[in-house]
């Protein structure tokens, strides 16, 4: 940014003549120096400013779009993880079903075999008893 140069000499006398000191005068005239040597290079303009908002709004729109492939992407992974898990929980709980139905089928065999053999004991026991108890009256 161009800044035109100052006589500082004249502004002493402008404000002297308006009524300030020869130093206020002088004090003046060294902050107007002062102000025209201030580097004004680093402060952004306009256009900088709406550069940085185009770069800033297009890097928001480019994170929101990898952001929403993204979880579009992990929703696949998930629902194709849970039909997986839920397929396998449904195959193991059929074979648990299988397993636990042979098991009570055995059971009952086994529980059918007691009994059979109990009966029979009981019905020998019983014959047996009733043969003893009609020998003597022969």
Known sequence: ???????????????????????????????????????????????????????????IAETRATLEKSIAETKVGLERSLAETKAALETSIAETRAEIRTAIAETKAEILKWMVSTLGLQTVVIIGAVISLVRPLH
Do not use: C, P, W, Y
Request: charge should be negative.
């Open 1 to 59: 940014m161009a800044v035109a140069a100052i006589d500082t000499h004249e502004v002493v006398k402008e404000l002297h003549a308006a009524g300030f000191t020869e130093g206020q005068a002088e004090a003046v005239s060294r902050v107007v120096r002062q102000a025209q040597n201030f580097d004004l290079s680093d402060l952004a303009t306009k256009g900088d400013l709406a550069t940085t908002r185009a770069g800033l709004e297009t890097s």
